[in-house]
């Protein structure tokens, strides 16, 4: 796998930031003659405890952790503050990629008045080694009288986009930024009161006092997490690597804390309600087998009409985003764990009408690809150029929903056969097909040895050669890359010293979010991938960076910064997030246990890694309406013998209809992975 190292100026900034924390050495530093499961230039995991610089989370036992985390952004943050004004909230002062550009120096600073529509830009030099003053008080003062003058004369004013805005239909003038606690989401900001300017004097002259860089609460993690819930109803796991079997409990807690009353999963701490893609991912990562009702229960919250639901995304969701299939491939999950007929018999209506409106909306037959955004990465200034506008981005091909289609009209077909809908099963077939065929032809870099990020264009579409990790992992999971392309998707791929980015490489300017990113859940399916690919080395790298961030801030964030791993510069967040402890948690069933859910059993396949190696037991684990007991030593992906209730094993398959409590015995070849 291609590692992008750690620049200079991080580095200087991550050891400035250890100097100055107040832990004595000998409080923090471990012992040399422990051995590290993963060790790089900028974090190393031991078996109890994950160690960067002066940052130190312990285990003090399978359900208790302590650590000393502070994060970084408030010493090193720029000076330099984006910003654009937007009426009503929209994105209407000037073209995209025109901003206002201010040099906050100092503890108070305040802007000149800008013209709405005018831009300004700060020539001022910055004296090196600057960085923006905690807690700043920053006055931005913004000249509307043009626009008051319009509304007076003619009823209406046109902004420098086009946009007419008339007088009666004017709300209020709001805030857009870089940071925090600006941001560039214009779909929510009309609705944040403490981003719009005033003018109390009425002189057409609005201000602000925006409070930068400030020392908040979520700058700082919890000393300590002790487990507080009763999770003796679900799976519990233990190993011989006590950092393991914490980030599992710890996991298995926030996923109770994310169960709402209603019995629906909640997204995240900070994220209210049921969201399609969020849950969807999280389901077939794990939820599927821990909670498949309450994932039932979720599932159903996002149809209308009989079609599955599009969350957020560009130009008001669908059809420019177009990710919302994937709800069809965790409904399939669901059922595989389940085996529920009732529900195959429902959802694949669902899916079925909602790929026929698909195919009539976001299917381009010149290319065989299917339009629409980056799934997930739904926020257009982070992912795509400034000039793309949504009717730009919904034309756009991308790699990710297109591997969500492919493997939903994949899954519409297994549907299908087993409801004897033949004709449609041979059509879903057909469309699957052609999709696999068309990204492996217009969207593989042979040079690179992994696929580009989208086709794009108005008058002739080209190849962004942009790498996208999820679209990536996606590709070998669901078999759209072939087992060469998937070898050299997982050793080319570029990742950060922290982990696997959203895209790579970065988009300059834009502040971290989905650019500049990287997701815990994410990275779960680039696990999941490389362990199918074989690649031994960037499983481990995968894994250690899901454990080291839920280590040392205590809980599963939603994001972090792929620059520096710290989780307050980016430009939203959540801690206890759905689909990140989802992946935790998936960690230990499908790739250490290889748990892969088929229509009639249970494939068990799995992949110890050598820094692994040893033993490993998950009990009180419920497959349909059995209940099993697994215990597997060793390590490797080959398993040199597999006995249940002391009788050896055929194959390493739990049949559907098995009932009662079994124990099962798994000795692994601790072979090295890759030997076949």
């Known amino acids: 796998m291609k590692s992008i190292p750690l620049k200079s100026s991080i580095l200087f900034a991550l050891l400035a930031v250890s100097a100055c924390q107040t832990q004595k050495p000998a409080a923090t530093a471990k012992k040399a003659t422990a051995t590290p499961i993963w060790q790089s230039e900028a974090y190393t995991i031991y078996p109890d405890s994950v160690v960067q610089g002066a940052h130190v989370a312990r285990v003090i036992s399978r359900t208790e952790l302590t650590s000393n985390y502070q994060s970084p952004a408030n010493q090193f943050q720029s000076p330099g503050i984006t910003f654009k004004f937007a009426i009503n909230g929209r994105d209407n002062e000037m073209k995209s990629g025109v901003d206002h550009y201010f040099n906050c120096i100092g503890g108070n600073c305040q802007t000149p008045v800008i013209t709405f529509g005018q831009q300004f830009k700060d020539t001022a030099e910055v004296p090196a080694d600057t960085y923006l003053s905690q807690n700043a008080a920053m006055t931005v003062r913004l000249d509307m009288r043009p626009v008051l003058q319009a509304f007076e004369k003619q009823g209406f004013y046109t902004s420098p986009t086009g946009d007419k805005i008339f007088k009666e239909d004017f709300k209020g003038v709001y805030i857009a930024g870089n940071t925090d606690p600006l941001s560039w989401d214009f779909d929510n900001l009309g609705g944040n009161k ?146 529920d007929e009732q529900w195959l018999s429902d959802t694949y209506q669902i899916i079925k009408k909602s790929l026929e409106e698909d ?100 008058n002739y579409k080209i190849l962004s050669p942009r790498a996208e990790a999820l679209g990536e992992a996606l590709t070998v999971i669901f078999g759209v890359a072939d087992e060469e392309r998937s070898k050299a998707i997982a050793a080319n791929t570029p990742v950060t010293d922290f982990g696997t980015p959203n895209i790579y490489p970065q988009i300059p300017g834009i502040p971290p979010y989905h650019n500049n990113g990287i997701w815990p859940f994410v990275q779960s399916y680039w696990s999941l991938a490389v362990a199918k690919a074989g690649n031994e080395k960037a499983l481990m790298e995968s894994i250690s960076a899901i454990y080291r961030p839920e280590a040392l801030f205590l809980t599963n964030k939603e994001n972090f910064v792929a620059a520096n791993g710290d989780y307050a510069g980016t430009q939203v967040n959540s801690s206890n997030m759905l689909w990140s402890l989802s992946g935790s948690l998936s960690m230990v069933y499908k790739v250490l246990f290889g748990m892969d859910f088929q229509v009639d059993k249970l494939l068990l396949n799995p992949l110890v890694p050598k820094a692994f190696a040893g033993n490993h037991k998950l009990t009180n684990y419920t497959y349909r309406k059995a209940v099993l007991n697994i215990e597997m030593s060793g390590h490797g992906n080959q398993i040199n013998s597999i006995t249940m209730d002391g009788k050896p094993m055929e194959k390493p398959e739990i049949p559907a209809g098995l009932t009662g409590t079994h124990s099962i015995n798994i000795e692994l070849a601790n072979n090295e992975v890759g030997e076949r």
């Open 194 to 339: 403490s981003l719009e300017l005033t003018d109390p004097d009425g002189d057409g002259v609005y201000e602000i006092t925006l409070n930068l860089n400030a020392s908040r609460e979520e700058k700082l993690t919890a000393q300590q997490w002790k487990m507080s819930r009763d999770v003796a109803a679900f799976p519990q796991y233990n190993s011989d690597y006590p950092i393991a079997d914490a980030m599992y409990n710890l996991a298995l807690e926030e996923m109770i804390n994310a169960v709402e009353p209603d019995s629906t999963l909640r997204t995240g701490k900070e994220w209210a309600g049921v969201w399609t893609r969020d849950i969807s991912y999280s389901i077939i990562l794990s939820m599927a087998q821990l909670q498949p009702q309450v994932s039932k229960y979720s599932l159903m919250r996002k149809v209308k009409d009989g079609r599955i639901v599009q969350d957020t995304g560009t130009g008001g969701a669908y059809p420019v985003s177009t990710d919302r299939m994937i709800w069809a491939v965790a409904a399939w999950e669901v059922y595989k764990a389940t085996g």
């Open 359 to 458: 195919y009539k909306n976001a299917h381009n037959l010149e290319t065989g690809l299917v339009r629409g955004e980056s799934s997930f990465l739904d926020w257009r200034e982070q992912t795509y150029p400034r000039w793309m506008q949504p009717a730009d981005i919904y034309a756009s091909e991308n790699l990710g929903t297109n591997a969500v289609h492919y493997q939903a009209n994949r899954v519409a077909a297994q549907m299908a056969e087993l409801l004897n809908d033949k004709s449609a099963a041979t059509k879903f077939k057909e469309v699957a097909a052609r999709i696999k065929q068309s990204i492996n032809e217009h969207l593989w870099q042979q040079e690179k040895g992994y696929y580009g990020q989208y086709l794009y264009g108005r």
